[in-house]
């Protein structure tokens, strides 16, 4: 049903998640740990499910060494992403592809991921999550989006519902706490976000001593 839409809602819809990028420079950056060193000296991001690109444009155009890999399953998504891409300032620092996070072969690539649990099917996600930790580097970071639940169980029903009618995965707190641990990351815990914004459980891949 998401990719269902039209052009402008998608668009809108990345431009609202791009607004992100900026709460998590000011926010979340610092509370991870050798995150800007690593930025600093140029890392690369995945941004998974990238969608029309306008998040991965935020964090390129917010962190000027960084490069974002941007991967997506639609490719009427992606020739969005690259009308995007094409008209930024940093097009040089972004790379789109078309694969699903399932199928991710690459190892020890990116400092820092995002994945938006409630964009990804659960059939791909754990596979998902497994293969993206093993795509960090040691010592980088995985910021998984999710829902907030908690409130009204009418509520919480009906926002369970939406994310699973739009072909995503319905997670929460501890579901998030428990995916990433069981992938093997460490300092797992759930940050605060603002109302509106998407839960956010982070982790990190263990330094090998």
Request: avoid cysteine; aromatic fraction near 8%; charge should be negative.
């Amino acid at each position: 049903m998401w990719a269902a839409q039209s052009d402008e809602a998608l668009i809108a819809q990345g431009r609202a998640s791009a607004r992100g990028a900026t709460a998590f420079a000011q926010f979340g950056f610092p509370m991870l740990s050798g995150l800007q060193e690593a930025f600093a000296e140029g890392a690369r991001m995945l941004d998974v499910g990238t969608g029309v690109a306008a998040m991965a444009v935020a964090y390129a155009e917010l962190f000027p060494r960084l490069t974002v890999v941007g991967i997506d399953v639609i490719p009427r998504v992606l020739g969005l992403a690259e009308q995007t891409v094409a008209a930024s300032s940093v097009g040089d620092r972004i790379i789109l592809r078309e694969q699903d996070v399932s199928a991710l072969d690459e190892m020890d690539t990116y400092a820092f991921a995002w994945m938006p649990a409630p964009f990804i099917p659960e059939s791909v996600l754990s596979a998902g999550v497994l293969r993206v930790v093993e795509s960090l580097q040691a010592g980088g970071w995985l910021m998984l989006g999710h829902g907030k639940y908690g409130g009204s169980a009418l509520n919480d029903a009906i926002g369970r519902f939406k994310t699973i009618a739009y072909g995503g995965t319905a997670l929460n707190d501890g579901d998030a706490d428990g995916m990433l641990r069981s992938a093997g990351l460490v300092e797992v815990r759930t940050v605060a976000t603002p109302q509106g914004a998407p839960a956010i459980t982070v982790g990190r891949k263990p330094i090998a001593r």
